[in-house]
């Protein structure tokens, strides 16, 4: 592993020494116990619910707020508020990886960016509660997505930082069963408070910080005991690259993710808005469809999980649960473009989160088996959390060119269900030549 100069000032102003410094890098060998843990997970869980809900729901909500009449008009609405947001989550994520690998501050490398970033976030989506144009609840998004990437960043590195190998994949399964209930709580909190737009924004935003905050007192972490090199503006470029070519694993397993991301919020974005003018439903009854849907989808991904990271560890194996997830998941999303009745869009739902569950189990775990130097963990998970970002910013521009194929005045559903189906499947062809991982 790359380290840091020796040299450098360790926290009690004496030069660390060199096992000081092989015992802070090394690898995390002791199992990290139930308390940790689940804090862990809580944490998530709650994080998820204060930022999902405007992701999933509550953008479309507000365009359809802002714009009753005009689909078209709800579809740019959603475009621009989405878009920007994420674009800034692809910037943010990686630069607050690399300040949180760099961080000397006595309270951790770590600590300090969960407790910053929750409170940043919670500022953006008060903005985008209490305002209503277009520009206003934008400019929030932006504001909450980079608050909630200056916490992600440090929280997804710990998974590196503390957890063991033989415990990742268990572990990746739970946080992201966390992150997938967390949809599922939001979707609810979004079908019972739509008429309460600012309410909705701001409450999640309380627990989040009190769990977020006590998973940083939990968090073990230490003072990075020696000082990194200063970084310059060529420091900092380098920050958003891993070279492909020289770590071909690493940027299969970027390909995979990025794709499969693509995929999903390719329909995601606009599944309140695809129940109302493919499924011809009313607004009301759009909502608690989705609310079902969602539920149906969260069971499913959340079992799917649970024994997908259970036998992954066991068997040892990663890629596997990973290409032939994102594979069934191309499916079922291609099947949407078929789909014009409920109980069809029910049975979908359920493939679909078959399918996710699987990949969310093994993936990340995947990802940190395959990092470059894992001493930088919070740069190199922010660059490969561009992946998952920059879908998000793509997906809401991209989608309006496949949703005006054909007719100006019906959006065309199924050719941006085709390419959604499409993109997955080629994910899992990426995954398929990772050389290092089972």
């Given at each position: 592993m790359t380290q840091p100069p020796v040299s450098a000032q360790s926290?009690?102003?004496?030069?660390?020494?060199?096992?000081?410094?092989?015992?802070?890098?090394?690898?995390?060998?002791?199992?990290?116990?139930?308390?940790?843990?689940?804090?862990?997970?809580?944490?998530?869980?709650?994080?998820?619910?204060?930022?999902?809900?405007?992701a999933v729901v509550s953008i479309q909500t507000k365009?359809?707020?802002?714009?009753?009449?005009?689909?078209?008009?709800?579809?740019?609405?959603?475009?621009?508020i989405a878009g920007l947001g994420a674009l800034g989550a692809v910037f943010a994520n990686v630069i607050f990886g690399q300040i949180s690998d760099r961080t000397m501050w006595r309270w951790g490398r770590r600590r300090p960016w969960l407790v910053i970033g929750i409170l940043g976030m919670t500022v953006g989506l008060a903005i985008m509660g209490l305002t209503n144009t277009v520009p206003a609840v934008a400019a929030g998004w932006l504001i909450a997505q980079i608050g909630a990437n200056a916490a992600l960043a440090p929280f997804v590195a710990v998974l590196s930082d503390q957890v063991p190998e033989f415990q990742r994949a268990r572990i990746s399964s739970m946080i992201s069963i966390a992150q997938n209930l967390a949809i599922l709580?939001?979707?609810?909190?979004s079908n019972g408070l739509r008429h309460n737009l600012e309410v909705l924004y701001i409450a999640p935003a309380i627990p989040a910080i009190l769990f977020m905050v006590w998973f940083a007192f939990v968090l073990p972490d230490k003072q990075l005991p020696v000082t990194p090199p200063k970084l310059n503006l060529?420091?900092?470029?380098?920050?958003?690259?891993?070279n492909p070519i020289k770590y071909p694993d690493y940027g299969l397993a970027w390909a995979g993710r990025f794709l499969i991301t693509l995929a999903s919020f390719s329909f995601t974005?606009?599944?309140?808005?695809?129940?109302?003018?493919?499924?011809?439903?009313?607004?009301?009854?759009?909502?608690?469809?989705m609310a079902t849907s969602v539920l149906i989808y969260t069971v499913t991904l959340m079992t799917a999980s649970f024994i997908g990271g259970q036998l992954s560890d066991r068997l040892h194996r990663r890629k596997i649960f990973v290409i032939l997830a994102s594979i069934l998941f191309g499916i079922g999303t291609a099947m949407l473009a078929h789909t014009?009745?409920?109980s069809g869009f029910y049975m979908v739902e359920a493939v679909m989160g078959?399918?996710?569950?699987?990949?969310?189990?093994?993936?990340?775990?995947?990802?940190?088996?395959?990092?470059?130097?894992?001493?930088?963990?919070g740069k190199e998970l922010g660059v490969f959390n561009i992946a998952n970002a920059l879908p998000q910013s793509l997906a809401p521009f991209m989608a309006p060119f496949f949703l005006g194929i054909g007719s100006v005045e019906k959006m065309n559903y199924?050719?941006?269900?085709?390419?959604?189906?499409?993109?997955?499947?080629?994910?899992?062809i990426a995954t398929i030549f990772i050389k290092k991982v089972r």
């Amino acid at each position: 592993m790359t380290q840091p100069p020796v040299s450098a000032q360790s926290s009690s102003n004496q030069r660390a020494t060199q096992e000081e410094i092989d015992a802070f890098f090394a690898p995390p060998t002791k199992e990290v116990g139930p308390f940790f843990i689940a804090s862990y997970v809580l944490a998530q869980l709650f994080f998820f619910v204060a930022l999902m809900g405007p992701a999933v729901v509550s953008i479309q909500t507000k365009a359809m707020a802002m714009f009753p009449k005009d689909s078209a008009a709800q579809a740019d609405a959603v475009s621009v508020i989405a878009g920007l947001g994420a674009l800034g989550a692809v910037f943010a994520n990686v630069i607050f990886g690399q300040i949180s690998d760099r961080t000397m501050w006595r309270w951790g490398r770590r600590r300090p960016w969960l407790v910053i970033g929750i409170l940043g976030m919670t500022v953006g989506l008060a903005i985008m509660g209490l305002t209503n144009t277009v520009p206003a609840v934008a400019a929030g998004w932006l504001i909450a997505q980079i608050g909630a990437n200056a916490a992600l960043a440090p929280f997804v590195a710990v998974l590196s930082d503390q957890v063991p190998e033989f415990q990742r994949a268990r572990i990746s399964s739970m946080i992201s069963i966390a992150q997938n209930l967390a949809i599922l709580i939001a979707t609810y909190l979004s079908n019972g408070l739509r008429h309460n737009l600012e309410v909705l924004y701001i409450a999640p935003a309380i627990p989040a910080i009190l769990f977020m905050v006590w998973f940083a007192f939990v968090l073990p972490d230490k003072q990075l005991p020696v000082t990194p090199p200063k970084l310059n503006l060529v420091g900092l470029l380098k920050t958003f690259w891993v070279n492909p070519i020289k770590y071909p694993d690493y940027g299969l397993a970027w390909a995979g993710r990025f794709l499969i991301t693509l995929a999903s919020f390719s329909f995601t974005t606009y599944r309140l808005m695809y129940l109302v003018h493919r499924v011809s439903l009313t607004e009301d009854q759009a909502h608690d469809v989705m609310a079902t849907s969602v539920l149906i989808y969260t069971v499913t991904l959340m079992t799917a999980s649970f024994i997908g990271g259970q036998l992954s560890d066991r068997l040892h194996r990663r890629k596997i649960f990973v290409i032939l997830a994102s594979i069934l998941f191309g499916i079922g999303t291609a099947m949407l473009a078929h789909t014009t009745t409920v109980s069809g869009f029910y049975m979908v739902e359920a493939v679909m989160g078959l399918a996710y569950g699987i990949y969310i189990s093994v993936d990340l775990a995947l990802v940190v088996d395959v990092l470059p130097n894992p001493d930088n963990a919070g740069k190199e998970l922010g660059v490969f959390n561009i992946a998952n970002a920059l879908p998000q910013s793509l997906a809401p521009f991209m989608a309006p060119f496949f949703l005006g194929i054909g007719s100006v005045e019906k959006m065309n559903y199924p050719a941006l269900c085709y390419f959604a189906g499409i993109c997955a499947v080629l994910g899992g062809i990426a995954t398929i030549f990772i050389k290092k991982v089972r």
